[in-house]
């Protein structure tokens, strides 16, 4: 079935570097892939929706400077947390679907762990 | 906002069949009910889709009625590793458009 892969699992580093996530469809072409952010024991938070060849939309409240988003190719997005800090630490989820087959459900990445000491 | 109104949480025990019902008052015409599974540290997982009546795989069951306000998942026989948060979600099938996640049901299984 269809899956998503995101890289790296875990990251942890100190507070003012730039963290790059990346988000793959391994067995499908996405056009849109979104991208969510989840605090423990809260749901996922709608964070940007990225755009294969265009500027990603972002949600009211997200910092477009501070999560650098670009959609290279229909198979790969990356999600940058630019000058990071310890507020940013979170779980960070991507998902996409088949933009060929409109019946199939989203898929989501097993998400990335960003811990900022 | 979400679309979707579930129970925060509940308790079963192994074996136990597990309903879980949404509420989603207004469902549009194109939406589609979908539900996932989510374990701590991992993404949600696909579990089942709908649009009406009864849909069925190897792991759940989804009930629909007839005016789609509600849904239901069904859970045959849940075991420990059933212990998860389960999301409900509507929404159109189109690539494009994000799911937009309530709070989730957290289901407790134990023996």
């Known amino acids: 079935g269809a899956v998503v892969s995101q890289h790296p699992s875990w990251v942890i580093c100190k507070s003012g570097t730039s963290v790059k996530i990346e988000c793959r469809s391994l067995d499908f072409q996405a056009t849109t892939m979104f991208w969510y952010r989840q605090f423990p024991k809260q749901s996922l938070m709608l964070m940007a929706t990225s755009n294969e060849g265009s500027k990603a939309t972002y949600e009211q409240g997200v910092e477009k400077d501070k999560f650098l988003i670009n959609h290279a190719s229909l198979t790969l997005s990356t999600l940058t947390v630019t000058s990071a800090h310890p507020e940013d630490s979170s779980f960070y989820i991507c998902?996409?679907?088949?933009?060929?087959?409109?019946?199939?459900?989203?898929?989501f990445g097993d998400g990335t762990r960003l811990s900022i000491l | 906002l979400a679309k979707t109104t579930q129970p925060i949480s509940m308790d079963s025990y192994e074996g136990q069949e597990v309903n879980i019902t949404c509420s989603h008052n207004?469902?549009?015409?194109?939406?589609?009910i979908t539900w996932y599974q989510q374990f701590p540290s991992q993404g949600p997982r696909f579990i089942i889709q709908g649009y009406k009546t009864k849909v069925t795989n190897e792991v759940a069951s989804l009930f629909i009625p007839a005016d789609r306000k509600s849904s239901t998942l069904s859970l045959p026989r849940v075991s420990l590793s059933d212990t998860a948060v389960y999301y409900c979600l509507v929404g159109v099938r189109q690539a494009g458009t994000a799911l937009i996640f309530g709070k989730g049901t957290t289901l407790s299984v134990s023996s």
């Open positions: 207004n469902i549009a015409t194109n939406d589609y």
């Open positions: 998902s996409a679907r088949d933009f060929a087959a409109d019946n199939q459900p989203q898929h």
